[in-house]
């Protein structure tokens, strides 16, 4: 199927994507222990950019050592890191696609034995400490000092993860912060380190260079955040020109609860919430995932004016000809991400890398047999 409107290019920033079709980050633990980048995700890498999307937004890498979410993630808190991703941007850029990495602190997710957070809200049977005055600043300075090295790498943009629960979700959110200082209270309080954050970060790589961000729209929590309060961010977030925004919904809290397992099985579940922030910001550039099948469906988002790219993550993983398949240049069937399935998300959360279900046998194994 050749769409119309997924394979139209796209400007954000001034830069010009070749389609709609965006690759959204996807965790699948392949870096290296010292969180530099390894053979394996350079491979990977290879042949998510091979698959002819327009984008590739490469997973979190960690700011800061205390904001590390897992013992296989990138990092960008130091200039050792550089020449490792330097070539994993070029990896991307030769296949034909934009390269945007994505920074990160996971505060209370993290998996260090001291957790940082705006308030003592635990996980489990960790009580993360609250962040004093300095813990703050020190983190803000390490965003903008990692947007700085991932410019240097020769990504050409960079996103700030505010999405899946992680920091600044945290600080936005009244159910985990609890602060009755300038960065708690009321939404304008809340809303106050996620924006000296991207401040932060756009002084550092100056106005020329794409940042874009990934929005929480929906915790899905009954004492979470909901649209009432993120569309003001959304509102701020566009003063503030970031290039876009890639609107996702829920969090770890959240993920495992009875009807969110339900929801995420449908196509397109999180496409409501992108619609709804395109509302309130009809100017920026949105990019919308959520288990988006088909190409079909792709496009009656695009055509509706839901949002501007299409994001795929697992679907990409399951079949990563679908932007071949999806143009009519390749005639065999989309592979599709099982519903039913969680197997890439259960490897991760046990500290083991990602591999999909779909896979033919004979990768799997060969997968398996390279990484245990």
Request: proline content about 6%.
């Amino acid at each position: 199927m050749a769409s119309s409107l997924l394979f139209e290019p796209l400007q954000i920033k001034g830069m010009t994507l070749k389609n709609r079709i965006t690759m959204a980050p996807l965790f699948v633990g392949y870096a290296n222990p010292d969180g530099t980048v390894s053979d394996l995700l350079l491979q990977h890498y290879r042949e998510m950019a091979a698959s002819g999307v327009g984008l590739l937004v490469v997973e979190n890498a960690a700011v800061d050592e205390t904001g590390l979410g897992s013992p296989f993630s990138l990092r960008v808190d130091h200039d050792r890191y550089l020449e490792g991703l330097s070539r994993l941007a070029e990896t991307i850029q030769d296949e034909g696609a934009r390269a945007f990495l994505q920074i990160n602190h996971a505060g209370r997710y993290a998996f260090m034995p001291e957790r940082l957070a705006p308030s003592p809200v635990g996980t489990g049977r960790v009580m993360p400490k609250e962040m004093a005055q300095e813990d703050i600043d020190r983190v803000v300075r390490a965003y903008a000092a990692g947007a700085k090295r991932v410019k240097a790498a020769g990504f050409d943009g960079v996103e700030i993860h505010g999405g899946t629960g992680y920091l600044l979700v945290q600080f936005l959110s009244p159910r985990t912060n609890l602060r009755h200082d300038t960065y708690g209270g009321a939404l304008e309080s809340r809303m106050t380190f996620p924006l000296q954050v991207v401040e932060a970060v756009l002084r550092e790589v100056e106005d020329d260079y794409p940042v874009g961000y990934r929005f929480l729209a929906d915790e899905l929590l009954h004492e979470g955040l909901h649209l009432s309060e993120t569309a003001p961010f959304a509102g701020e977030l566009e003063k503030r020109s970031v290039a876009y925004l890639s609107v996702m919904a829920g969090t770890y809290d959240s993920f495992s609860l009875p009807e969110w397992v339900e929801k995420e099985k449908e196509e397109a579940y999180m496409v409501s919430f992108a619609a709804a922030i395109k509302e309130v910001c009809p100017q920026i550039p949105l990019i919308t995932a959520g288990r988006i099948q088909s190409p079909e469906t792709a496009e009656r988002v695009l055509e509706g004016g839901q949002a501007d790219l299409i994001g795929l993550a697992r679907v990409l993983l399951a079949d990563p000809l679908w932007p071949q398949k999806a143009q009519g240049l390749i005639k065999e069937p989309i592979v599709k991400c099982e519903p039913t399935c969680s197997l890439c998300m259960k490897r991760v959360m046990s500290g083991k890398p990602a591999y999909c279900s779909q896979w033919t046998k004979e990768r799997r194994e060969t997968f398996l047999e390279r990484v245990g």
